[in-house]
Structure formats: structure tokens, C-alpha cells
């Protein structure tokens, strides 16, 4: 297998036995023939939209199955390739209508498949193991390295932009435009015509519809569940009564499960990326969603095995169940992982059966206790934005000397520890603004308040980083400056997938400049599309904490 996609790959080059995510060889394999087999609908999908034929259950399909490919999403087997299979029925029945449409204007019916994509025959899973290992080479190996490392880095952006729809469909929230250029992109990764600056632009083009996806996104949550509020959130357990955790980030699925064990006695605790739904209204109005449990994803494995009570794992973030909690673990969504229980999507208006959860929960001892405390949450867009004049009168006071915006995902890497020792150096006329699951590295330590707002406000989860421009953007219009560049605004930002990636081309797409990106640079990156990033974002690297903070306080 090869794999470079995430930030803890193999010595920053690339897996090659098996994945750090625990992704197996047969599995890495699989996945990369869905991928190619996404790019020969890609395909037909762009030749589609030139003749006028269009399939929106087909547009949305691409977005839910290369979300499966993301870090952390799926594991299991066998749906890969059943998404796989559906993938070449798919791409056949689409290139049918084209030709027809083609045909019905007189117009030539070209082929635009790369001859390779053929479809092996089905109920043969190992076909497709091995298909996936002979494309793995193509779709890894360029002759032109900077082509190749520009095609990845705008695959993985795509990856984040397909989640991000698929995250904003569950809800309702649809941009037809958003799920073409998810053809488009992907089917540009084919054409050989396409030099260098080519790719940039397409990779530019995904940041300013990452930005879109983002909005798109927040609009879709805020819609259902309200504006975010400030709130504190218990870390603590409530004694003697089980419990249902939840982790990823579908808030659709935690208030559908809210709703399901309302008088149960069941109390529902948030995990990781859910963290941020205890601010939304209509979420904490429920007086038992008791709390959040446990730390970042990483951190699961531990937590999970000390919850007792069945857990629930939405969108993303799972890693290899261990034999403590296997049998409490259940799968719903896009994500998988083979012989876990699996909870199936919802009808029309409907809402997901939770209620194998809710049984199992009734039969739970409670959660041990992790720690105790609270932390506060819910400085979205709004939230600061209602209180943007005390905000500008304490940056024109100088009570507030600077932003350091650490947004961005966390990991295992002892390197990350970086983010927690910037946290603590920073003076204490910082004011941080995060969002995603980076916060986990500092969001617990007690950094004090300026003028009433905490020095950590967290805006959310990973894609609420589209608050943090908001907000940028407010505070550049107030006080006159002509660009978000001119504030007195410094990005240290951590990165672990491919959402990230989305987050970072939405950025530089803004014109953002300065980004420290770490704890590595992305391995995919070669040479030359690095000392790009450089010399046209002034991107860098992360130093010492110390060194960094003395950098950034002073405006670099």
C-alpha cells in the first residue's frame, strides 16, 4: 500500500505496510480503486454536464463515497466495495444518458473513460483488492512530480469539500454548484493536458467553494439548532444514571438520539467533535445531554473502554475498536469498520433507530468519572459578533494586543505538545480563537479572561473555522483596515486530514497570509509546490513555542 494522505503518515513520507490510522493493506486497496473509480465517474459526470445531463442522486453519491476515503472514516471491507460496485452502475447509467442526450442533438458521443476503469465481475471483492493495487501506482506515481504533488493536494481537497456537503445535505442544505466542481476537480486529476498553474487554479477554486461549503454548512446548523450561545459545558459525570456517547460531528443524529431517550434515564454525553453542541439552543434545552466526556479522537480508545455505556461514532474520527468496548460501539453514517453494529440512515423526514443504543445503555453500568470541571464553548460568529464593540474597545485600548487564531485538528504525536506550550507562553493580552478538535491541546487549562470574554473562545467543530473569518472580516471592516492581513492576527494552525486541507485552501483562497502550519508540513507537498505556498502565502513551518511566540507578538 501507499498512503501520505494525513499528517501522522509513516516518517512524514508515507505508509507502505500499514496504515497509522490502522488502515490494512486490503482495505488501502480497496480504497484506492474507489477513488479511481470515482475519477472515471468524475468523468462522465463533466462530459454530462457539458451536454446538459445531470443526476443530483448521483452528484450526492460522489460526495457520501469519496467521504468514505477520508482519514478515520471507513474500515470495513466490504462497504467500500459495495460503494465501489455502485460506482460503475452508476457511471454506466449516466454515460447512457449522455449519449442519448448527445445523440438526440446530433452531437458526437465520445468516451471520456480512461480504459482501465473496467468493472470486474460482481460478488469478486478480491478483484477489486487487486485492481486497487495495480491503480494505487497511477494514481500515486506522476512522472512530473509537481504535477503529481498538486493533484493530490487537490484531491484531499476535494475530500473535505465532499464531507462538508455531505455534512450540510443530512440537513437539508444543498448547492448543486458545490457537488459539480467535486466532478470537476476529481476528473481533472486525469487530464495530462492540465500543466502546473492549471491545477493551482482548480486548487484555489476548491478553497473558495470550501468557504461556500463551510457557509453553507454553519446556515444548515444554525437553521435547525439555532445560533450557538456561550456556555459552559460539565466534564463530569452525573452519578448512577447510564449513558450514550456520542463522537464525530452530525448534530442531526445526536438530536435525533436526544429525542429518542428523552425520559429513558439514559443520559447522553458528547465526545471530541461534539463537544461544540452542547451551545446550540435547541441541543441543550435537553436535560439530558449531561456533558462532554474524554478528550480528542485520539484519545478514544481510553475513554470509550472507561464509558461503560454504548457508544455512537457519526461522520468520522474512529480508530481500531479494542476488545473492551467492541461489542458497545456502533457505526452510523459514512462511517465503518467491519463487524461493528451498524445503524442505518434515515427515511424521508424520518429519524435513525436508536433503539439498539437505548436498550444496551439500560443494561449499562454508568461512566467512570475522567475528570471534573467545566469549559466553556459557543463563541461562534454571532456570539461575538453581538458583543463586537466591547471586543474593538479592548483591542483599542490594548487590552487586546493580539488574535492567534489555533484552529485546526489534533493527533497522538508527542509534537503536538507544541500547541499546548504556545497556549501557555502567549501574554496574557492574547485572545485565542480555535475551532475543531485542536483546542483539546489547550482548552482545559485555566489561560484567565480579558474583559469578560475567556482567552480561548471556541467557535466549534473543524468546519466552524468559517466563523473565524467571519469575525475577522467584522473586525477588519471596524477598524478601517483594508484585509484581514493588516490585523493584528497570527495563524498557528494544526492539520491532521483531509478536511484540514479544505480549511487551509479556504484560507489561502482569502488571501491569508502568514499561516504556520504544523506539527509537519504535508508530505504530499514536494519541493517545488512547498516553496510555492511559501513564497506567494508565506506559509512556514512551526519552530519552538517560545521562538513562535516571540514571532508572532511581533507581527511575523
Known amino acids: ?55 443530483p442522486a448521483t452528484d450526492l453519491f460522489m460526495a457520501q463515497a469519496l467521504f468514505a476515503t477520508l482519514t478515520n472514516v471507513n474500515f470495513d471491507a466490504e462497504r467500500i466495495y459495495q460503494l465501489t460496485r455502485e460506482t460503475f452502475v452508476r457511471r454506466e447509467a449516466l454515460r447512457s444518458w449522455v449519449h442519448t442526450a448527445r445523440h438526440a442533438a446530433g452531437l458526437e458521443c465520445k468516451n471520456p473513460l480512461p480504459a482501465a476503469a473496467a468493472q470486474p465481475a460482481d460478488g469478486d471483492i478480491e478483484a477489486y483488492v487487486a485492481l486497487g493495487a495495480q491503480v494505487s501506482s497511477t494514481l500515486n506515481q506522476h512522472s512530473d512530480p509537481d504535477i503529481q504533488s498538486m493533484r493530490e493536494l ?10 462538508y ?61 439555532g445560533d450557538p450561545e456561550p456556555t459552559s459545558v460539565n466534564l463530569g459525570v452525573r452519578a448512577g444514571a447510564p449513558g450514550i456517547l456520542v463522537s464525530g460531528h452530525d448534530l442531526l443524529d445526536l438530536h435525533d438520539l436526544l429525542r429518542q431517550t428523552e425520559g429513558s434515564g439514559v443520559l447522553v454525553y458528547t465526545h471530541g467533535e461534539m463537544l461544540p453542541a452542547h451551545a446550540y439552543p435547541v ?118 494586543k493580539r488574535f492567534v487564531v489555533m484552529a485546526g485538528c489534533d493527533g497522538r504525536q508527542k509534537e503536538r505538545e507544541y500547541y499546548t506550550e504556545v497556549a501557555e507562553q502567549l501574554p496574557n493580552d492574547t485572545i485565542i480563537l480555535t475551532a475543531g478538535c485542536a483546542k483539546y491541546r489547550y482548552n482545559k487549562l485555566n489561560l484567565g479572561s480579558i474583559g469578560g470574554f475567556p482567552r480561548v473562545l471556541d467557535a466549534g467543530q473543524c468546519n466552524d473555522s468559517y466563523s473565524l473569518v467571519v469575525v475577522a472580516q467584522a473586525l477588519a471592516n471596524a477598524v478601517g483596515a483594508k484585509h484581514i492581513n493588516e490585523l493584528p492576527i497570527s495563524y498557528d494552525i494544526a492539520w491532521y486530514e483531509q478536511k484540514a486541507v479544505l480549511v487551509l485552501l479556504s484560507l489561502l483562497h482569502l488571501g491569508v497570509k502568514g499561516i504556520r502550519l504544523g506539527p509537519t508540513l504535508p508530505a504530499f507537498l514536494s519541493p517545488n509546490v512547498a516553496a510555492f505556498l511559501v513564497e506567494n502565502f508565506a506559509i512556514k513551518g512551526i519552530g519552538s513555542a517560545e521562538e513562535d511566540v516571540a514571532a508572532m507578538m511581533a507581527g511575523a
Not at 488501502?28 to 468523468?43: I, M, N, R, T, V
Not at 487537490?154 to 464531507?163: F, V
Not at 478514544?300 to 464509558?307: E, N, V
Not at 444496551?360 to 454571532?382: D, N
Open 283 to 400: 441541543l441543550k434545552a435537553f436535560p439530558h445531554l449531561a456533558g462532554n466526556y474524554g478528550g480528542a479522537w485520539w484519545d478514544q480508545q481510553r475513554d470509550f473502554a472507561a464509558f461503560n455505556g454504548p457508544i455512537l461514532m457519526t461522520t468520522n474520527c474512529i480508530q481500531t475498536p479494542r476488545d473492551s468496548y467492541r461489542e458497545r460501539i456502533f457505526t452510523t453514517g459514512m462511517v465503518g469498520f467491519s463487524g461493528l453494529a451498524h445503524i442505518a440512515e434515515r427515511a424521508p423526514g424520518g429519524q435513525k433507530d436508536f433503539s439498539p443504543l437505548i436498550e444496551m445503555a439500560l443494561e449499562s453500568q454508568p461512566p467512570l468519572e475522567l475528570e471534573t470541571g467545566s469549559i466553556m464553548v459557543g463563541f461562534a460568529r454571532k456570539a461575538v459578533l453581538d458583543n463586537a464593540g466591547a471586543v474593538l474597545e479592548a483591542v483599542q485600548s490594548g487590552a487586546i
Open 154 to 163: 487537490l484531491t484531499y481537497g476535494l475530500k473535505g469539500l465532499a464531507a
Open 165 to 225: 456537503c455531505d455534512h450540510a445535505y443530512v440537513l437539508d442544505h444543498g448547492d448543486p454548484n458545490l457537488l459539480a466542481f467535486v466532478h470537476q476537480g476529481l476528473a481533472a486529476t486525469l487530464n495530462d493536458d492540465l500543466g502546473l498553474n492549471d491545477l493551482i487554479q482548480l486548487s484555489m477554486r476548491c478553497g473558495e467553494l470550501g468557504v461556500q461549503a463551510m457557509a453553507l454548512l454553519d446556515a444548515a446548523n444554525t437553521g435547525r439548532f
Open 1 to 55: 500500500m501507499f498512503c501520505y494522505q494525513c499528517q501522522e503518515t509513516t516518517k512524514n513520507t508515507g505508509c507502505l505496510v500499514r496504515g497509522t490510522c490502522g488502515k490494512d493493506e486490503r482495505v488501502a486497496h480497496l480504497q484506492d480503486y474507489l477513488l479511481y473509480a470515482l475519477k472515471g465517474l468524475a468523468a462522465v459526470a463533466v462530459h454530462g454536464q457539458a451536454s446538459g445531463v445531470t443526476d
